[in-house]
């Protein structure tokens, strides 16, 4: 990318493997341990799960300016004639990162993707990013839906980096294979305009005790041994305090079990390695 701002796409093919979780705790740890600024897309759907893990269900409720905007002819149209329509797409969080929630927009955003031209069609995002959030951000995060459609490959092609959550599960190594193969597929597809890999990937709701858990990260260890992140532990701390709309960065040490410690330990340190691999 021409410009200097971080990219990555949170994404796997897979639904409740923890990638609003992961978006939300990697963006406040940029956030907090790393002085940046940071903004979080949610491109994943219309329940804007990322919006109620910081507790804004109601604020984005109704956005008058949506991301699904971008996608539209009307796009130039609309940057030309309301004032500051980027900054009201974005909404401030309590934990430091910014957001742009999802609306219910996107899920005729996709469908009208089909129709534009194929030179086109997967740089829409990408431009955006360049043009409207370089300026204003040093990374950003985006939430991609959990199943392969026009969105999600804007997604791919404007970050070219991706960040695979993956619990412990058969059906997830293989899912983690195919990605990489559909990534070089992308890429010839685009006739190299972009080269999409997985930068990072992170072993989500990990039991210690238990030999699946054991054998799925000694596995992705081997296989993948500069990618594979400190995994994330199991937790009940994660869905109680998103329930009240707050990451495990909003709790303080005596709201938290030991699992609820170490998650947000290893979150830090897998948004060091993620930095890292970003700025390579």
Known sequence: MSDTLLRASVYVGKGGVGKTTSTAHLGVSAVQDHDLDVLL??????????????????????????????????????????????????????????????????????????????????????????????????????????????????GLFASERTIVPLKPGEFERNQLSNLENDLEEFELDTNGEVSPVVSMVLPTMVDSVSNQSSEFVEYLSEEYPDRTSTPIKDTQNIGNLQGEGKTLFAAADDELYGTGKEARTAYREATTKLLERLRQ
Do not use: C, H
């Open 41 to 154: 897309i949610d491109l994943a759907g219309t329940q804007n799960d990322l919006a109620a893990s910081f507790g804004l269900l109601d604020e984005v409720a109704d956005p008058d300016a949506p991301i699904s905007a971008i996608f539209g002819d009307d796009w130039d149209f609309i940057q030309e004639n309301i004032p500051n329509v980027v900054e009201r797409m974005i909404f401030k969080t309590d934990e430091g990162v910014d957001l742009i929630p999802s609306d219910v927009g996107l899920s005729g955003a996709d469908n009208n993707l089909a129709s534009v031209n194929l030179e086109d069609r997967y740089k829409i995002l990408d431009e955006f990013l360049t043009e409207e959030i370089a300026p204003r951000y040093d990374l950003v995060l985006m939430d991609l839906p959990g199943n392969e459609n026009n969105i999600v490959l804007n």
